[in-house]
T-cell receptor, first 111, second 114 residues
Framework: DAGITQSPRYKITETGRQVTLMCHQT?????MFWYRQDLGHGLRLIYY???????DKGEVSDGYVVSRSKTENFPLTLESATRSQTSVYFC??????????FGSGTRLTVV | GENVEQHPSTLSVQEGDSAVIKCTYS??????FPWYKQELGKRPQLIID?????GEKKDQRIAVTLNKTAKHFSLHITETQPEDSAVYFC?????????????FGAGTRLAVHP
C-alpha cells in the first residue's frame, strides 16, 4: 500500500558503521513496529511504538535504537552494524483494529 | 511472553488438493490470530484473521479455525491453485508490556504443483 513506505529498499554497509532505515506512514496510525525477517525465524519484533515519544523493546532489540518524534515516522538505527544484522527489515503500522499493514521492506547487507 | 510455533515448515501439494497449516501459542490472554501470505520478494499481506470469541471463519477458499482450550489455530486452503504458492505466517497477539503486538510463527513454505 502506498500509505506506508520504507527507504532505502536496498542498503549495503560496512561493519561498525551506523545506518538508519526509514519508515513513513500516511494514515496517522498510532502503532508502528519494526521486524526483521531471517530464514527459519519468521518475523521477529525489534521495537514497537504506541504513539509519538512512546517506544518499547521487542524480542531482538540489542544493537538497535528507534525514535518517534512524529506519529508518521519511525526510523530504526543500527548503532554499529554487525554481520548478524544482515536481514530484511519490515516496518508495519496498525490502527485501532489490530491488523498490520507492512511496508515493502529494506534488504540490508552488512559486509 | 508469547511464543508461536508453526508446522509444517514446508508443504507440497498437488493443484486442487487441500492444505492445512497449524500453529500453537502459549499466552492464554492472546485474543487475535491473523494469517499473512508472503510471495517471493514481497511484503507479508493479511489474508484472514480470527478473534478469540469466534471458533471458525471462512473467506472463499480459505478458512481459519481456533481452539482456545488447546491454544492452537489452523489455516485451511481448499482447491489449491499454483498462485497459492507462497510463505504463510501465523501470528498471535501479545499484550505484555501493556501494548498489543503480534508475535509470528516461523512460517510455512507452501508449494502447489500443477
Amino acid at each position: 500500500d502506498a500509505g506506508i513506505t520504507q527507504s532505502p529498499r536496498y542498503k549495503i554497509t560496512e561493519t561498525g558503521r551506523q545506518v538508519t532505515l526509514m519508515c513513513h506512514q500516511t494514515w496517522s496510525h498510532s502503532y508502528m513496529f519494526w521486524y526483521r525477517q531471517d530464514l527459519g525465524h519468521g518475523l521477529r519484533l525489534i521495537y514497537y511504538s504506541a504513539a509519538a515519544d512512546i517506544t518499547d523493546k521487542g524480542e531482538v532489540s540489542d544493537g538497535y535504537v528507534v525514535s518517534r518524534s512524529k506519529t508518521e515516522n519511525f526510523p530504526l538505527t543500527l548503532e554499529s552494524a554487525t554481520r548478524s544484522q544482515t536481514s530484511v527489515y519490515f516496518c508495519a503500522s496498525s490502527g485501532q483494529t489490530f491488523g498490520y499493514t507492512f511496508g515493502s521492506g529494506t534488504r540490508l547487507t552488512v559486509v | 511472553g508469547e511464543n508461536v510455533e508453526q508446522h509444517p515448515s514446508t508443504l507440497s501439494v498437488q493443484e486442487g488438493d487441500s492444505a492445512v497449516i497449524k500453529c500453537t501459542y502459549s499466552d492464554s490472554a492472546s485474543n487475535y490470530f491473523p494469517w499473512y501470505k508472503q510471495e517471493l520478494g514481497k511484503r507479508p499481506q493479511l489474508i484472514i484473521d480470527i478473534r478469540s470469541n469466534v471458533g471458525e471463519k471462512k473467506d472463499q477458499r480459505i478458512a481459519v479455525t481456533l481452539n482456545k482450550t488447546a491454544k492452537h489455530f489452523s489455516l485451511h486452503i481448499t482447491e489449491t491453485q499454483p498462485e497459492d504458492s507462497a510463505v504463510y505466517f501465523c501470528a498471535a497477539s501479545s499484550s505484555s508490556g501493556g501494548y498489543n503486538k503480534l508475535i509470528f510463527g516461523a512460517g510455512t513454505r507452501l508449494a502447489v504443483h500443477p
